[in-house]
C-alpha cells in the first residue's frame, strides 16, 4: 500500500508535535507585507535594527581578516569543541559587565546566537507545557513567539512610566497557588515602551521573584544606548537569582548574532550542554571576530551612536510634540530605540495603520501585537515607534504624517 | 520572608522542566576527561573533526574580506530579517543538490547552525514526550543528545553492513500500534559504523516510511567525501518524505556551522519561523561568506580532500589488518571518517580504554556510547576509529599500539 504525496503529507501534517502552531504564523508576515505593499515613500517607523550608519564595518572587516589569519595559524581554532565558548571573549565580556554593576567570570558566561536563544535556552530549561510565565505587557514579541513553544500560561504584569508594576504583579501572585517558573523583563530602555524601571523598583522585583522561588530573565539589549546619563545597575547586579541576556546585536550590528547569558549558579553547565545539543558550539569565527574587534573599537564607537541616537530621539519628541492632536500621549524614553504612543479615544491602531499607510505614507507597530496571543483589546490605542533607523528630517517629517492620520482618522469617527 | 541564595537555586533546580535531565550530563565530557589525562604522545582516533590541513583558511578568508565589503556597500545586509536565509545562498545550495540526485529550489531549503540545528528543528516540530522515535544502532550520539531533550522512546534499528535493516525495522514496526514518529539514518558513510547503504535497500526504506507515514530525517555529512565511486543517491531524491539534512562542517570546516535542510513540502515555512523563534535569522556574515567562497573552490578543493582521507583509511584497514589479533573485526567504509571495530569475544570496549589510553598511549570511543543512554551490552564489542585526523605513519603506529593493547587485554583475561 504505497501512500500518495498530497496524502502522506497531510498524515504527517497532522503528526506534529502539540507545540507546531507557535510555528504557523509569525506576526512579522503581516508586518513585512504592510512594508511591501506600501511602497518606496512610506517611512517606516517599525523595526528595531540600529542605524545603518553605526554598523562599523570596517573595524569588523579588520578583524574578520585577523581572525582567518589566526585560523591559519592554528587550524584547531575552527574544529568542533568548547560548547561554553571561546575563553577569552567570556572574559571580555565578563569585564564589560562590570559597567553594569555585575560581577562575573568567564564560568558564568555563555555565548549565544544573539540573546534570542539565549531567551529560548532558558525556557526549554525551566518550562513544562502549563507552566507559567509572567511577562511585561507589553513586551518584546520575539519573547513571547519563544515562549508560546513551551505552551505555557502568561500572567501579563503591566508596565507604567517606571516600567514593570511590581504592586501590582505581588498582587497577582497572591490570588495564585502554583507560582510562575520565570519573569521575563526588559527594565532598561524598555522594549517597546523605552521605559527605564528605577533602582527602587528593581530591588523590589528581585526581591519578589526571590521571595516566591521565581527564576528573572532579565534582556539587557540597549544598555549602551542612554542619552542622558547611566541606566540604573541591571537586576543581576542585585540578586544571582537573574538569568542576564546580553547582545552585541544593537551595538555592532544584528546578524553578527552574538549574544551571551549570565545564568544562576548551578544553571551555566547545563545551558553550556543545552547549546552543544542545539547547535555543537557557538561561531567561532564570530566569536573570535568579536574579540579581535570589541575591545579596540567598541567603546568609542559607543560615543557616537549614543550622539546620533539621542538626537534622532529629541526630533521624535519634538516632532509628537509638534504634530500630536490633543488626546495623543507617548513615553519618554531615556535611551534604547523607542517610544510608545497612546492614540487618542476612540482610535484604534491595528485599524488606523492601512490608513495611515495607504493615505499618508507613514506606518508604525500596532502595541497589540507585544502581547500574548498579538491581540489585547485593553492596548488597542498603543503603537510603537522606532527612531533607530531616520535621520532627523526624516523623523519630522513622519511625524508630521501620523499626526494628519491621527487627526483625520478622528474627523471621520 | 528572604530565601537565602543556595535554598533559592535549590529550589529553583528543582524546579527545571522535565526534559532537563538530557542537559545535565554530556559523553562528551568524558571523552575529554579521558583526552586531557591521556598525554600528548596518545594517539587519540576519538573525534569526527576534519584534517586541519584541509581547512581552506586562505579561500574563506579572502570571501570573508569580500563579504564585509558587501556589507559596506549596503549595510541592510546584516540587519535583521530573512529567517528564511540569503536567497542567492540556498539558490547554490539546491544547485550542489542536484549532485545527490535531488531536485530543489531556494524555496525547498532553509540554511542552519550545521546540520545539528535542523535535527533539533525537525525534532521540535513532530516531537511530543512519549512519542517514538527510530534510530540506527549504533547512530551519531548528537542526534541521540537531540531526541533525549524531548523525552522519546527510541525504537534502535540494527545496523549491518549494508546500513539500516529495513526488514528488521519492518517487524519491529509491525510489532507495535503507534508507529513512531520520525527515522533519522545516515545512510552514507554512517556515523560511527561507516557503512552505506545500497539503492535498494534505501527504495525499501522510504517505501516503508512512507506506508507507515513515518517522517524520514536523512543526516547526510560525508557525502561529498567518497573513495572509489560516487555513493547512491539520497533518500530524499527517492521520495519527498524526507528532510534531508546537509552541511558544509566536513568539507569547510566545522565550526564555521554552516548546515541546511531541504524539508518536504507544507514544512518549509514552519521551520523557517522555528529558525526566527530560535535565533531570529542565520547569521548573514557566514552565509555570505560561504557564497562567495563555494563556487570559487569547493569543488576542486573535495579532490584534494577525497584523496587525503582515502590514503588516510587505506593506512587505517592495512594497519587493523597488519596489527589486529585474531576475532577482531573491523567495517570497510567507502567513504567519510569512521571505522567500526568489533573487539574479540570476552572483551568489553569501555572497560579496556584506560588501558589503552595508560598503558599503550591510545584512545578511541567505545560503541556503546552511540546508542540511547550511551550504553548497549549487545554493543560493548564495538568501537569506533577515526582516521580523519592523522597522517598515514600515526594510523599505522595507532594500529600497532590498539593491536597490542587488545592482545595484552586478551592474554589478561
Known amino acids: 500500500m504505497t501512500v500518495g504525496r498530497e496524502e502522506l ?4 501534517l497532522a503528526r506534529l508535535a502539540r507545540r507546531s502552531p507557535a510555528f ?14 506600501a511602497g518606496p515613500e512610506t517611512i517606516f517607523f517599525g523595526n528595531g535594527n540600529p ?26 581554532r575552527i574544529e568542533y569543541g568548547e560548547p561554553e565558548g571561546l575563553p577569552e571573549l567570556r ?6 559587565m562590570r559597567a553594569r554593576g555585575v560581577t562575573a567570570t ?25 507552566d ?17 513553544a513551551y505552551e505555557v500560561e502568561y500572567i501579563v504584569a503591566p508596565v507604567d512610566d517606571r516600567g514593570l508594576d511590581v504592586d501590582r504583579l505581588r498582587a497577582m501572585l497572591d490570588a495564585r497557588t502554583v507560582m510562575p517558573k520565570l519573569i ?36 539587557d539589549p540597549y544598555c549602551d544606548l542612554w542619552f542622558d546619563e547611566l541606566p540604573p545597575p541591571a537586576l543581576r547586579s542585585l540578586d544571582d537569582n537573574v538569568a542576564y541576556c546580553g547582545t552585541f546585536s544593537k551595538t555592532i550590528a544584528p546578524s553578527i548574532r552574538s549574544g551571551w547569558v549570565v545564568a544562576p549558579t548551578g544553571f551555566q553547565k547545563m545551558l553550556a ?37 539621542r538626537v534622532r530621539r529629541d526630533a521624535m519628541l519634538a516632532g509628537l510634540e509638534r504634530h500630536m492632536p490633543a488626546g495623543t500621549s507617548w513615553s519618554q524614553p531615556a535611551g534604547g530605540f523607542f517610544v510608545w504612543v497612546t492614540l487618542p479615544e476612540g482610535l484604534n491602531a491595528i485599524e488606523l495603520l492601512p490608513f495611515a499607510v495607504e493615505r499618508f505614507g507613514v506606518a508604525y507597530l500596532a502595541g497589540e501585537w507585544f502581547y500574548p496571543g498579538f491581540s489585547w483589546p485593553e492596548a488597542s490605542r498603543t503603537l510603537r515607534l522606532s527612531y533607530s533607523k531616520h535621520p532627523e528630517a526624516r523623523i519630522e517629517e513622519g511625524m508630521r504624517r501620523l499626526g494628519a492620520a491621527i487627526s483625520a482618522a478622528l474627523e471621520t469617527r
Open 9 to 12: 503529507t497531510g498524515a504527517l
Open 24 to 37: 504557523q504564523h509569525s506576526v512579522w508576515d503581516a508586518v513585512d507585507l504592510l512594508v511591501a505593499g
Open 51 to 76: 542605524a545603518p550608519e553605526r554598523v562599523p564595518y570596517e573595524a569588523m572587516q579588520r578583524a574578520s581578516q585577523r581572525t582567518w589569519e589566526q585560523i591559519g595559524e592554528l587550524p584547531k
Open 91 to 96: 572574559d571580555m565580556i565578563a569585564e564589560r
Open 106 to 130: 568567564r564560568d558564568d558566561i555563555l555565548p549565544t546566537t544573539g540573546s534570542q536563544q539565549a531567551i529560548d535556552f532558558l525556557a526549554r530549561l525551566m518550562l513544562n507545557p502549563g
Open 132 to 148: 507559567a510565565v509572567v511577562v511585561e505587557g507589553p513586551t518584546y514579541l520575539g519573547a513571547l513567539q519563544v515562549f508560546d
Open 184 to 219: 521575563y523583563t526588559i527594565p532598561t530602555f524598555q522594549n517597546p515602551t523605552g521605559v527605564t524601571m528605577p533602582l527602587e523598583r528593581r530591588k523590589a522585583l528581585v526581591e519578589l521573584a526571590r521571595e516566591r522561588e521565581i527564576l528573572i530573565v532579565e534582556d
Open 273 to 309: 550542554i543545552m547549546k552543544e545539543v542545539a547547535d555543537i558550539n557557538h561561531d567561532k569565527v564570530m566569536m573570535r571576530t568579536v574579540l579581535n574587534a570589541v575591545p579596540d573599537f567598541l567603546d568609542e564607537h559607543l560615543v557616537g551612536s549614543r550622539e546620533l541616537y
